[in-house]
């Protein structure tokens, strides 16, 4: 029997923490289910995730994007067409040798194929490509792909999606497109951090950051911006900033208190790549200091921000996975987005009606949806609740697919 492993790409520890809460969700629910498995995670960061892996069973292997796309998948292609040099190629290349010893790869890029994001195009197809060369099946992770109108897009997708072992599609538009791609190796399922698990430390870890009893009275309302919408909303002559801060003015003047919350934070970086921290420390400072305000200045594990977010009674998101994990608290959520990605999972708790196109959320068309959200937060916390048990089921059967790839592989 050979060893299991599984190698990861698209995901990370360090940043944004959604992609932290899907790599943590693989490494939870598949030690269980494959005893014995080890991962490679190909990392973007490989330095900061080395600094934040709390795993024994995970090694991070640096792979850059000038690296996964030259280095890497150069090394893949002489793998496949020179097999003589693969010994020598498995010695030199950690990358390779993951690869090669891995029953799958687990791509967990969070949308891919998209129209509107050609630019990463070739970095959606490099994250897979190699371990198409080295013959190892890839599963794709829930995520959202399509649609598929933008040529270069159609025909990428059309070239490699069907070379893919597994697609897990994140909801009902995403498999609305895949299916009208052709594709037939899909499966319905759910955003894979659904499935983080919450230790019980994290109460005591956050404390030690934090004065938690800020949440102990009053009505809380967790804020969530993205640098990636203030870069579209700006771009249409917006200002993302100013609107946000005049929005939380308004939540503290009516009385409730407000916790701004960065769901993807590099502490050590300046960059805004994967880092809302410089976007929410200029609207923090446009707010101004104030005792109804929290704000989250630190970069904090997955579990840790889930709990800040469950500790909310409402929550505004522009991050996709500050909207996941409020929705797996049922945290009543009104959501401010750019794509598809965010309908269909709103759609999966019948909350599809508090999603905003980042193109009518005005502040005052803002404010008007976030009032109606709170008038409706009892009744929107049940229906949470009451969905919740399904979606969680759906993320969790992924989980059973990939572990039964790799158990009958390594038999």
């Known amino acids: 029997m050979v060893a299991p492993h599984v190698t990861i790409i698209g995901s990370a520890l360090a940043g ?51 690296q996964l796309g030259v280095t890497i998948n150069s090394l893949a292609l002489l793998y496949r067409v020179l097999p003589p040099l693969r010994p020598l190629i498995r010695k030199n290349s950690k990358a390779i040798a993951a690869l090669a010893k891995s029953q799958v790869l687990l791509d967990q890029g969070g949308i891919t194929f998209t129209d509107g994001r050609e630019k990463f195009l070739l970095y959606n197809v490099a994250s897979i490509l190699p371990a198409m060369f080295v013959k190892t099946p890839v599963f794709k992770c829930a995520q959202a792909i399509g649609p598929f109108k933008n040529s270069i897009n159609h025909r990428a997708a059309r070239i490699f999606l069907p070379k893919v072992h597994t697609i897990v599609t994140r909801g009902a538009k995403t498999h609305e497109f895949a299916e009208g791609l052709g594709l037939s190796n899909l499966f319905a399922g759910a955003d894979y951090a659904f499935s983080l698990q919450l230790d019980g430390t994290e109460s005591a870890a956050v404390s030690k950051e934090f004065d938690m009893t800020f949440f102990d009275s009053g009505t809380v309302v967790g804020v969530s911006p993205s640098v990636v919408l203030q870069k579209k909303v700006d771009a249409r002559d917006g200002d993302y900033i100013g609107q946000t801060a005049d929005f939380i003015k308004h939540l503290l003047a009516s009385g409730r208190k407000v916790a701004l919350v960065p769901h993807s934070a590099r502490e050590q970086s300046t960059k805004t790549h994967n880092n809302d921290l410089p976007l929410c420390r200029e609207i923090f400072d446009r707010v101004g200091e104030n005792a109804n305000l929290l704000f989250i200045d630190k970069e904090l594990p997955s579990q840790q921000l889930r709990y800040i977010i469950g500790e909310c009674d409402l929550f505004v998101a522009s991050r996709f996975h500050a909207m996941v994990s409020a929705l797996a608290m049922a945290v009543p959520t009104l959501v401010i987005g750019w794509s598809h990605k965010y309908q269909e999972v709103l759609e999966m708790f019948g909350a599809e009606q508090w999603a905003m196109p980042h193109s009518e959320a005005e502040l005052g068309s803002l404010i008007e949806r976030f009032e109606q959200l709170a ?18 089921e759906r993320s969790l059967a992924q989980a059973d697919l990939i572990a039964a790839i790799v158990t009958n592989r390594s038999a």
């Open 16 to 66: 944004n923490k959604g992609a932290s809460a899907m790599l943590e969700s693989a490494i939870q629910t598949l030690t269980p289910r494959v005893p014995g498995v080890s991962f490679t995670l190909l990392s973007m960061y490989p330095e900061e995730d080395r600094a934040q892996n709390v795993y024994d069973n995970l090694d991070i292997v640096a792979a850059q994007p000038r």
């Open 375 to 392: 008038e409706s937060r009892t009744e929107v916390a049940a229906s949470l609740q009451h969905h919740l048990p399904a979606v969680k």
